[in-house]
Every structure is written in structure tokens, then in C-alpha cells.
């Protein structure tokens, strides 16, 4: 089992910055990818970004891509969501999530088996 508990969301002006932060314990190892998903009102959950937890090349979504940056903390087993130049349209429970035996390219397209809790931002007009 893995455990994953998200920090850091909040409300922030358009044009503004956040950072999130994902805690990971239990049966993690290097096999594992991990990356972060949103879900806004009335809309399916969808991916954002993807790391390896060996490192290599971080994959985003069209839509955050540029603005967001994806990076691992291998001493506090956690990866972080550096979100620059935020837009409205990017206000959703934000999910941390993990899965065996992925890439970060594969996260965009599967269910991974763990996910944290959810942590709201919110980005005003």
C-alpha cells in the first residue's frame, strides 16, 4: 500500500503562483511513477503531469505545459506542482497519484491505484 497526502492548495489571483506538495509513504520504491491530476465542477478528472521516480523527463499536459513544472524530492520521498502564471480556468481539486510499473508518459493514459486526498486551488478572475 501507498499513501499520498497532498499540501499547498489555496486561492490565487490569475496570473499568480502555487505550489503543491505530495507526502508518499508505505511501499514505494522505484518502480513507481507519480504524478498529478485535476478535477474541476461538473468535469472528469484529468491528468496534468508525470515524473518517474528515478527521474528522466517529466510529461505534461498540452494545457499546463510551460507553466507548470513537475519535480521529485527523493530525501522526503515527495514530489511537488510548481504552478506559475495560473488562469481560471485551472481552479480544481488538484490529486497526487501513484502507480506501479508506469512512465510518465503511461500516467496520462491509465487509473493509477493510489491517490491522496485532493487539495481545492482556486484561481479568481
Known amino acids: 500500500q501507498v499513501q499520498l497526502v497532498e499540501s499547498g492548495g489555496g486561492l490565487v489571483q490569475a496570473g499568480g503562483s502555487l505550489r503543491l506538495s505530495c507526502a508518499a509513504s508505505g511501499r514505494t520504491d522505484s518502480t513507481y511513477a507519480m504524478g498529478w491530476f485535476r478535477q474541476a465542477p461538473g468535469k472528469e478528472r484529468e491528468f496534468v503531469a508525470a515524473i518517474r521516480w528515478t527521474g528522466g523527463i517529466p510529461y505534461y499536459a498540452d494545457s499546463v505545459k510551460g507553466r507548470f513544472t513537475i519535480s521529485r524530492d527523493n530525501a522526503k520521498i515527495a514530489v511537488s506542482l510548481q504552478m506559475n502564471s495560473l488562469k481560471p480556468e485551472d481552479t480544481a481539486v488538484y490529486y497526487c497519484?501513484?502507480?506501479?510499473?508506469?512512465?510518465?508518459?503511461?500516467?496520462?493514459?491509465?487509473?493509477?491505484?493510489?491517490w491522496g486526498q485532493g487539495t481545492q486551488v482556486t484561481v479568481s478572475s
Open positions: 497519484a501513484a502507480h506501479r510499473y508506469a512512465t510518465a508518459q503511461t500516467m496520462e493514459r491509465i487509473r493509477p491505484d493510489y
